[in-house]
């Protein structure tokens, strides 16, 4: 641990200074840092810790403890992360480093290391990004901080997909606080952009809450190949991990095929799964949410079929859907008063309605997540496929435009490869 004195005014100042006085090269090392001293705690330390799923105290007494089923409840309580602090909190805001005459000592410790798995995604998240973050971060190769830089900054980040309002608005706040901080060196100019993308991402950063209700009923919608029923999948074998019981229903009732995928899913993971062949999608789902009720499960995970936003009869069929769902929850069966238990409730479902998205889809991803989310008022994404082309941005988009939180990210067709989405890692892959 090196120790020294340093005069600082703000943020950017003190990556500089860390940069060029220290001749710390590494890009993240100086974020890090700077975190350190302007937060006193790093997001990112705190963020890779929490594990898969979250759930919450539930409400006594209406919700019967997980521990009644064999699950550990300490496999699913990590601590929630606290909300990030603002990166730049103005004079007299709590920065108490900010104020031209203040003489601090910093402590320069070593950069948080991510737990081994994380760091494991994380590599992977910047190896699937890398091509958006190699285009970006050349716009910063140069020595001074010019029109000609700016000019290039947008168009990169057009580029990546994150659209005309995300970029103008990161643009705009990039130049304000240049200007307030008077940094010369674009290394600084890019460690205040990682900084303001993760502000902005910051919203979407969400655990998905599990144990609230038994069951937990998920509805999943999306557009044709999105990766819907594969993500359930994935998703069905990290709640199996850990101790949580799933029943899977297969409301895509439409083709054959997608009711043999699932219940491969269903059969890999060893989980029950309610399905029937032709008939009505919501007719499915409502003796899914009935079932899982009877059985005691603790999450039932619904997947319904492919669909464009502009099929205005299959987005009515959703609505549909959902409005069964609610009624289940209603239900003499669905609300347990079969059991002799009148008082256990569960609230009303859906209580999860997610959108997968294929992340290759670019802008138009933001077109399907205001369709999907004015049809059915969303509550949590899936952005699939970041690997292979995807550019990634539009995530910054969707924070900017339509800041439905989100879940989890997948990065692959393997069942590992889906993991839970963290503002601060997403804006380091994409930016390099
Ligand atoms: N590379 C990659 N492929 C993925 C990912 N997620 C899903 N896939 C693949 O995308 C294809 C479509 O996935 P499905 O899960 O069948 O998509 P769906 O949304 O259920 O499709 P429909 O039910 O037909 O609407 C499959 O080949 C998956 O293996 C991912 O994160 N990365
Ligand atoms: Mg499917």
Redesign the pocket.
Known sequence: MHQSIVRLDNPCALADFLRITLGLSSQERVSALVDRVFHRMDDHTKQTMFSFFKKKPPPAPAVAPLAETGASPASLTPTPPSPAPPRFPGPGNGGSLIGSALVIPIDIPEPPAAPPERQKWVDKLKASLGKTAGSISGVFGGSVIDEALYESLEDALLMADTGVPATQYLLTELRRKVKDSGVTHPIALKNILIALLTELLQPLQKPLVIGEHRPTVIMVA?????????????LTRHLSEHGASVLLAAA?TF?AA?RE?LSIWADRNLVEIISQEGGDPAAVSFDAVSAGKARGKDVVLI?T???LPTQLHLMEELKKIKRVIQKAGDSPVAAGLTQGNPSHSIGMPPHEILL?I??NTGQNALTQVRAFDDALTLTGLII?????TAKGGVIAAIARERPVPVYF?????KLE??ETFNAREFAQALLG
């Open positions: 999306g557009v044709n190949g999105a990766g819907k029923t594969t993500s359930i999948g994935k895509d083709r997608a995928q997947d079929a492919g669909r997968v294929d992340g699939t496929k970041l690997d292979g990210i997948g990065v692959g067709e490869e889906l």
